[in-house]
């Protein structure tokens, strides 16, 4: 098992040097090169096989023996210590809940084992990894805490201005140590093209060891796989629909990944925010980059979805094949309250705005196909998003260590959509 780029002009790498290198230099994404099936004893008895298990042999082909197998076990168990639980909220729906990690998102999974794994890597190299990672909302929080005092490795952050909750900024911007964070004037879409030009600038990575905390990072991309298969884990009868909140496309394409290695699912559905480029992409065929738009789910608001290449990559572009497989809608801020305030008062489940998407997209995909049930992602904690309150007028119970946090003061650095500024200040890192 090699990586090669989605772009085919860099060169084929280690599952180890995909790690520390984060994007190859033609500015793809780092791929697989085969899609390992799992055996029959592995997916039929998931039942009874431990979260830790299960992370191991998902991951294990991936890893391509870079990692031993002792210390890839210890990075899962560390990595997936705390629970997954699939909830019934209607009777055809359930919620895999993946807020109960330590920033209140999914994206504490990708995180911690990526930041093991740079650990594992670093391990009696004296040189220092700047990690540099581009955040909507969430990744920048789950980095934070993930990468927090492992040695050797620099974390920088760039978030856009004004542009993510409360909680999630201090979640970003209060650890300090190793860990600095960048406020651009700009939205996602800027702070994620200046940092991969970042990862692309030849002249900065002959000096500074760079390497990506994104999803296009395979470390952070990957594990991701652990979700669904914990889902089927507690899931009984037919293959169930999976609908995912979607950004940048990582989650959903780590889905389908699992999928093709033999996780049984009857279709996924791409839950999208007014950010519809994926949406449109399946009506018209055409894909259109655009700005992206603020919206209530704002970890979602992405123009240019920097993972759908991997779907690409994994099913296929016969178009036919990719709508067999995956459908995606556009939901509006005024429906993702509305279904917020409905779940609330008929089934007394709190939503945040992200899994308000994935039930919404999910109840209208089960309307036309009564006979299926099915599975939305639940991304985020609600507490973590004010407009929880402002929507239902309550935002549920607020767990532990959010009242530590706002005793905690912001630090952060403001920079302007300018790469010259960010390369000075990727120089003094060194
Ligand atoms: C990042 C994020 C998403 C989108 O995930 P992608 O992998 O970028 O598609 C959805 N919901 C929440 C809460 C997130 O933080």
Not at 246 to 267: D, E, M, Q, V
Not at 304 to 331: H, T, W, Y
Request: proline share 5%; with cysteine; net charge negative.
């Amino acid at each position: 098992m090699h990586y090669f780029s989605t772009n085919r002009t860099s060169p084929h790498v280690s599952f180890r040097d995909a790690v520390l290198t984060g994007q190859p230099a033609d500015r793809g994404l780092y791929f697989p090169s085969e899609i390992p099936t799992h055996s029959v004893a592995f997916l039929g008895h998931l039942a009874g096989k431990s979260k830790e298990d299960i992370a191991f042999e998902t991951i294990r082909p991936f890893v391509a023996g870079d990692i031993d197998d002792r210390s890839l076990f210890e990075i899962c168990s560390e990595t997936v210590d705390f629970d997954f639980p699939l909830i019934g909220v209607t009777e055809s729906i359930w919620a895999l809940e993946l807020f109960h990690g330590p920033t209140l998102a999914f994206k504490d999974v990708g995180a911690r084992f990526m930041s093991r794994c740079l650990g594992y890597f670093s391990r009696g190299r004296n040189e220092k990894t700047v990690v540099i990672v581009a955040t909507s909302g969430d990744t920048g929080g789950a980095v934070a805490a993930g990468f927090h005092g492992v040695e050797n490795v620099e974390v920088v952050i760039l978030y856009p201005r004004g542009k993510v909750s409360k909680i999630q900024e201090l979640q970003l911007t209060t650890l300090g140590g190793n860990v600095t964070t960048l406020e651009l004037q700009g939205d996602f879409d800027d702070c994620q093209a200046l940092a991969k030009t970042a990862l692309a600038d030849v002249d900065l990575n002959s000096r500074v060891h760079l390497t990506s905390a994104n999803s296009i990072n395979v470390a952070r991309w990957l594990p991701q796989q652990f979700y669904y298969f914990y889902a089927l884990q507690q899931w009984e009868g037919s293959p169930p629909v999976f609908s995912v909140p979607s950004g940048n496309f990582g989650n959903i394409a780590s889905g389908i990944l699992a999928h093709t290695t033999g996780l049984p699912a009857s279709k996924f559905i791409a839950a999208c925010n007014a950010n519809d480029v994926v949406p449109r992409f399946l009506r018209t065929e055409h894909y259109e980059p655009r700005d992206s738009i603020a919206t209530l789910s704002n970890a979602m608001d992405v123009g240019n979805p920097s993972n759908f290449v991997r779907i690409l990559e994994i099913l296929g572009s016969d178009f036919v094949d990719l709508k067999e497989k995956l459908e995606a809608v556009s939901v509006s801020d005024e429906t993702t309250a509305e279904t917020m305030r409905h779940v609330y008062e008929q089934y007394d489940y709190i939503l945040d705005p992200h899994g308000a998407v994935g039930f919404r997209a999910l109840a209208d995909h089960l309307r036309e196909h009564p006979d299926q049930r099915g599975i939305f992602l639940e991304t985020a904690h609600p507490v973590k998003f004010d407009s929880v309150v402002e929507i239902l007028g309550t935002q549920g119970s607020v767990p532990g260590g959010i009242a530590e946090l706002y005793k905690k003061e912001k630090i952060s650095i403001e920079i302007p959509n300018d790469y010259s500024r960010l390369k000075e200040f990727l120089f003094s890192k060194i």
